[in-house]
């Protein structure tokens, strides 16, 4: 079973800043896979920056998308967020 992405937010240098549907929270560090087949299209001025939520994972309007098990496993800092208030 995977964890579904409730929310993506492109960061500087290549970073995603990933919320969980179980509440967890965390970083995912892209620059590592760039020169990996169609993620080079990431690199294009712009394109990285056009991240969005499709069917439980984060995909680009450049055709590149991510397995979102691949993802949990790659995000760094996971930890559960803390309620406010």
């Known amino acids: 079973m995977y964890l579904s992405i409730k929310k993506v937010v492109p960061c500087d240098?290549?970073?995603l800043s990933i919320?969980?549907?179980n509440g967890e929270h965390g970083t995912l560090d892209m620059k590592?896979?760039?020169?990996?087949?169609?993620?080079n299209r990431l690199k294009v001025p712009g394109a990285f920056e056009q991240v969005k939520i499709a069917f439980d994972t984060?995909?680009?309007d450049c055709g590149v998308d991510l397995d979102p098990e691949f993802v949990y496993?790659?995000?760094?800092?996971i930890k559960t967020a803390q309620p406010v208030g």
């Open 13 to 15: 240098d290549f970073t």
């Open 73 to 77: 496993a790659k995000t760094k800092g």
């Open 19 to 21: 919320d969980f549907e």
């Open 32 to 39: 590592p896979f760039l020169d990996f087949g169609g993620f």
């Open 58 to 60: 984060i995909e680009w």
